[in-house]
T-cell receptor, first 113, second 113 residues
Framework: AQSVTQLDSQVPVFEEAPVELRCNYS??????LFWYVQYPNQGLQLLLK??????LVKGINGFEAEFNKSQTSFHLRKPSVHISDTAEYFC???????????FGQGTILTVHP | DTEVTQTPKHLVMGMTNKKSLKCEQH?????MYWYKQKAKKPPELMFV???????INESVPSRFSPECPNSSLLNLHLHALQPEDSALYLC????????????FGPGTRLTVL
C-alpha cells in the first residue's frame, strides 16, 4: 500500500514569485508519481508525471518536479507564478504493478497580485 | 487528444429519483474509473473497469450501479441516493498498461435534495 503526504494545505504567494509545493510518499514497492491540478469547479488535469529515467520532470504551464528516491519526495516547483496558477494541486502515487492511484490531501495555491 | 467528456455537468435529484451519469472517451483507453470527490478533499475511487469488466468495487453502496456498455462509454446509475451523496463525480480513463496515466473528465456536480 502507498500513502501520500502533502505538507502544506495552503500556500499563498505573490505573482511572479517562485513556489514549491511539497509532496512526500511512502511505499514498500516501486512507484510512479503524478501531479494533478484542479481549477475551481473543474476536473483534474495532469501537470506532469514520473515513470522512470531523469528525476527532473518538466510539465505543462512551466511546472517541474524532482523525484528524490532517498527522501521519498516529489516536490513541485515553478520559478515564477501567475494569477492563473491559483488552483488546488494534488500529488498522487501508484505502484508500478497496480493501477490504483493514491492521492494526497491537496495543496491550495493562491497567487496574489 | 486526451479528452474525457462527462454529462450532465450539473444534476439535482430527489432521494426517490433514478438518474444516470455518462462518461465517454475516444482515446482507445481500456480502463475507465469513477471517483467521488467531496469539497476540499481528494478524489476517492469508486469503481474500475478494465477491458469492459468490473475489476474494482471499493465497497460502494448498491444505490450506485456502474455500467460499461463498450470500451468508450461508462455510466453510473443512481437510485435512492442520500443527501450525503452530493459531490463532484469524476470519470477517468487510462490505457490499462503498467505505465498508464489516468486522464480525468470535468466531472458532474451532483446535488441530492
Amino acid at each position: 500500500a502507498q500513502s501520500v503526504t502533502q505538507l502544506d494545505s495552503q500556500v499563498p504567494v505573490f505573482e511572479e514569485a517562485p513556489v514549491e509545493l511539497r509532496c512526500n510518499y511512502s511505499s514498500s514497492v516501486s512507484v510512479y508519481l503524478f501531479w494533478y491540478v484542479q481549477y475551481p469547479n473543474q476536473g483534474l488535469q495532469l501537470l506532469l508525471k514520473y515513470l522512470s529515467g531523469s528525476t527532473l520532470v518538466k510539465g505543462i504551464n512551466g511546472f517541474e518536479a524532482e523525484f528524490n528516491k532517498s527522501q521519498t519526495s516529489f516536490h513541485l516547483r515553478k520559478p515564477s507564478v501567475h494569477i492563473s496558477d491559483t488552483a488546488e494541486y494534488f500529488c498522487a502515487v501508484r505502484g508500478t504493478s497496480y493501477g490504483k492511484l493514491t492521492f494526497g490531501q491537496g495543496t491550495i495555491l493562491t497567487v496574489h497580485p | 487528444d486526451t479528452e474525457v467528456t462527462q454529462t450532465p455537468k450539473h444534476l439535482v435529484m430527489g432521494m426517490t429519483n433514478k438518474k444516470s451519469l455518462k462518461c465517454e472517451q475516444h482515446m482507445g483507453h481500456r480502463a475507465m474509473y469513477w471517483y467521488k470527490q467531496k469539497a476540499k478533499k481528494p478524489p476517492e475511487l469508486m469503481f474500475v473497469y478494465s477491458y469492459e469488466k468490473l475489476s474494482i468495487n471499493e465497497s460502494v453502496p448498491s444505490r450506485f450501479s456502474p455500467e460499461c456498455p463498450n470500451s468508450s462509454l461508462l455510466n453510473l446509475h443512481l437510485h435512492a441516493l442520500q443527501p450525503e451523496d452530493s459531490a463532484l463525480y469524476l470519470c477517468a480513463s487510462s490505457q490499462g498498461t503498467s505505465e498508464d496515466t489516468q486522464y480525468f473528465g470535468p466531472g458532474t456536480r451532483l446535488t441530492v435534495l
